[in-house]
């Protein structure tokens, strides 16, 4: 199963693919602001690369919809709105719910045992952030997406888990802008996916991702922190 980590060092990264995945981190967390001007001199300053590095940084984060190309005049981070969140909410779900019903169908024992052990990671700092342990939302962050990468592992598409780990991302963004986690609700959810994936109950299971992404979208809208 592919791992990433969206704000800690992987090994041998070189000094591009860190400053990449640096510029990629601080747009999702929202320290590089929606509609911010990426100044190259700056960036460069800021995270320690030549400028014709940044350029081919800031041309793959466009290619990933995180930065926006204004021809002569540089760069800016991808704005945020409402109908943003939803046009990328429904592709996550487009494909999240297909690579899962395909990782049910054919996922093995070890499949499973990603599932069950992703969640328990999971659980635990959820139970932290829900006992006021603000401080565990990046690593929830990180745990989020290793759980709902896990229940969709045995699709045996990588070009659709590349797809879905973009869109899981650029989705993500937004809850990192609000910096609002859901709480208990969500937590129940996550623990009631854990079970149906293990039961092989793929109608039942879809559903309840399906309200679960739909109930983060209506959190972050509800928060009156993303412009209409």
Same mark, same amino acid.
């Given at each position: 199963?592919?791992?990433?980590?969206?704000?800690?060092?992987?090994?041998?990264?070189?000094?591009? #693919?860190?400053?990449?995945?640096? /510029?990629?981190?601080?747009?999702?967390?929202?320290?590089?602001?929606?509609?911010? $001007?990426?100044?190259? #001199? $700056?960036?460069?300053?800021?995270?320690?690369?030549?400028?014709?590095? &940044?350029? #081919?940084?800031?041309?793959?984060?466009? @290619?990933?919809?995180?930065?926006?190309?204004?021809?002569?005049? %540089?760069?800016?981070? !991808?704005?945020?709105?409402?109908? %943003?969140?939803?046009?990328?909410? @429904?592709?996550?779900?487009?494909?999240? !719910?297909? *690579?899962?019903?395909?990782? /049910?169908? !054919?996922?093995?024992?070890? =499949?499973?045992?990603?599932?069950?052990?992703?969640?328990?990671? &999971?659980?635990?700092?959820?139970?932290?952030?829900?006992?006021?342990?603000?401080?565990?939302?990046?690593? =929830?962050?990180?745990?989020? =997406?290793?759980?709902?990468?896990? !229940?969709?592992? @045995?699709? @045996?598409?990588?070009?659709?888990?590349?797809?879905?780990?973009?869109?899981?991302?650029?989705?993500?963004?937004?809850?990192?802008?609000?910096?609002?986690?859901?709480?208990?609700?969500? *937590?129940?959810?996550?623990?009631?996916?854990?079970?149906?994936?293990?039961?092989?109950?793929?109608?039942? *299971?879809? $559903?309840?991702?399906?309200?679960?992404? #739909?109930? %983060?979208?209506?959190?972050?809208?509800?928060?009156?922190?993303?412009?209409?």
């Amino acid at each position: 199963m592919k791992h990433k980590s969206f704000f800690i060092a992987s090994e041998n990264e070189t000094v591009g #693919e860190v400053a990449f995945r640096n /510029i990629r981190a601080d747009i999702i967390r929202g320290k590089l602001k929606p509609g911010q $001007k990426l100044k190259l #001199e $700056k960036l460069k300053a800021d995270y320690g690369v030549a400028v014709p590095t &940044l350029r #081919e940084i800031l041309s793959r984060l466009a @290619a990933e919809e995180f930065v926006v190309a204004e021809g002569q005049r %540089g760069f800016e981070v !991808t704005s945020v709105s409402e109908a %943003g969140l939803r046009d990328i909410a @429904a592709l996550r779900l487009l494909l999240e !719910t297909h *690579a899962l019903r395909q990782s /049910i169908a !054919t996922g093995d024992l070890q =499949w499973e045992a990603r599932v069950v052990s992703s969640h328990y990671m &999971l659980k635990v700092v959820e139970t932290k952030l829900i006992g006021g342990d603000i401080s565990q939302v990046e690593q =929830w962050v990180q745990q989020d =997406w290793e759980f709902h990468h896990a !229940t969709i592992s @045995a699709c @045996a598409s990588p070009a659709m888990m590349a797809a879905h780990s973009t869109a899981f991302d650029r989705f993500l963004r937004y809850h990192m802008l609000v910096l609002d986690f859901r709480g208990k609700p969500a *937590a129940d959810e996550h623990a009631q996916l854990r079970d149906l994936v293990i039961a092989r109950d793929a109608e039942a *299971a879809i $559903k309840l991702l399906t309200s679960h992404v #739909e109930s %983060g979208l209506n959190h972050v809208l509800g928060t009156g922190k993303i412009p209409a």
